[in-house]
């Protein structure tokens, strides 16, 4: 089975923290495995511990003696989650927040799960606290691809260390719509359920059409195409299985020059997809000028009047225009 992204441990892990800050360590405990092999570490370099009992009972008492200072989870706490699994196994990424009047700390942490009799429990969590590389070592280190981008456009000879091929793609960038409450009204299993469906959608139809599945991006996916005409009909056919299904989507899509590393895109144009669909609504689609010059007329295809919106982090307006099914008797 391969890896893929769960929603089912990130749902977890948002409980598991929600829990956490507001003290109800009954409920907290409950996500853990009992397994003598678990194992935490702390932020603290003395924080080390080889039970689970062990690991609660120090939890128990550092909450006890921050009653009274002021410490409390920040709003919005989890600022970043990446849950996946494979088989019985899953793991995760995520940064959350505490705060006091005076200033906020992010842990950032991975945690390991197991499934047991068909639930996710945790039988790892590691947590710290980020500090500055020159602090640690003395001296500033790379630390994103950024950096990395930067210091080697400074560098021609370093050109080598970046291994890029170009191509001009159409790419699709899909997301659903108000997927949190979706999930909260659904429950668990069932939003699970419904997100394995609509992967499998996304992928069977991405295929029909001779297109790539980059990646998925939560409840998103990114796809790429070298026919803008293609795209357009992937596009119309997930929207298509999304409301069969009972839920919304909003789609972008965009044309234009990427550069291809090993299994992702990178470049502008991805920006400038992904932008085009966070402006679409629920149940739209949306298409940039390049896109409908570069598919003219479209059998069955009806494209709606030119608007011009604001891209957030790109400069200027960008003409964009909704495209949907041609109903029976109507041309493009």
Partial sequence: ??????????????????????HDLDTFETFFSRTPHFRG????????????????RVNRTQLSELEGTGWELADGAVKRM????????????LD??????????????????VLEAGAWKIVHWHSSVGVPNVQSFGVELTTTLDDLLNAVSRDEDAQKV???AEATMTLVFTDVVDSTALAERL????????????????????AR?????????????????????????????????????????????????????EGDLLGTTVN????????????????????AELAGAVDGVMMGAHETVALKGLSGTHVVLPIRRARMGQTE
């Fill in 1 to 22: 089975m391969p890896i893929r992204e769960s929603p089912e441990i990130a749902a977890l892990l948002r409980r598991a923290i929600e829990a956490w800050g507001r």
């Fill in 41 to 56: 570490i702390g932020t603290d370099a003395d924080e080390y511990w080889e039970s689970v009992d062990e690991y609660h």
């Fill in 82 to 93: 990446y849950a996946v699994e494979e088989g019985p196994v899953g793991w995760a990424t």
């Fill in 96 to 113: 959350y927040s505490i705060r006091n009047l005076d200033e906020e700390v992010t842990f950032r942490s991975s945690v390991i799960l």
């Fill in 162 to 164: 970046l291994a890029r």
């Fill in 187 to 206: 429950g668990d299993q069932t939003w699970v359920a419904l997100m394995k469906d609509h992967e499998a959608d996304i992928r069977r139809i991405t």
């Fill in 209 to 261: 059409y001779g297109g790539t599945l980059v990646k998925m991006i939560g409840d998103g996916s990114m796809l790429a195409f070298e026919s803008a005409r293609a795209a357009i009909r992937a596009a119309l056919d997930i929207e298509q299985a999304a409301d069969a299904a009972a839920f919304n989507v909003r789609i972008g899509v965009h044309s234009g020059e990427v550069v291809r590393t």
């Fill in 272 to 291: 400038k997809a992904a932008r085009v669909a966070s402006v679409a609504t629920g149940g739209q689609i949306l298409v940039s000028s390049i896109v």
